[in-house]
C-alpha cells in the first residue's frame, strides 16, 4: 500500500538590511514552510548569509516522501523535491 504525498511550499524570504546590525554579519535569507491546507510546519530558526546555506537546510529538513516546492520572491515556483510515496 502506498502512503499519498505530502506537499510542502517553502516561501524563501530576503529580508532588507537594518541599520543597527553594526558590525554583525548581514544574513538575510530565512524560510517558512506551509502544509497543502495552508498551516505554518516550520520557520527557519536562524538566517543564513546565501541563498544556497538556506535552500540546503530546507533540502534536509524534509523527508524522501515529501513534495517540496520552493516559492521565490517574484512568485515563481521550483520542485526542489518530488517525494516518493512509500
Known amino acids: 500500500m502506498t502512503s499519498p ?4 511550499t ?4 530576503h ?3 537594518r541599520k543597527w546590525a553594526g558590525t554583525k554579519r548581514w ?3 530565512r524560510w517558512t514552510a506551509n502544509a497543502a491546507n495552508g498551516r505554518v ?5 536562524e538566517s543564513y548569509a546565501n541563498r ?5 537546510s530546507i533540502w534536509a ?4 516522501a515529501a513534495f ?3 516559492r521565490n520572491t517574484d512568485g515563481s515556483y521550483y520542485t526542489l523535491r518530488s517525494g516518493v510515496a512509500e
Open 5 to 8: 504525498l505530502h506537499t510542502v
Open 10 to 13: 517553502v516561501t524563501l524570504v
Open 15 to 17: 529580508t532588507p538590511r
Open 27 to 29: 544574513q538575510p535569507w
Open 41 to 45: 510546519l516550520a520557520t527557519s530558526g
Open 52 to 56: 544556497a546555506d538556506a535552500v540546503d
Open 61 to 64: 529538513l524534509f523527508g524522501p
Open 68 to 70: 517540496v516546492r520552493l
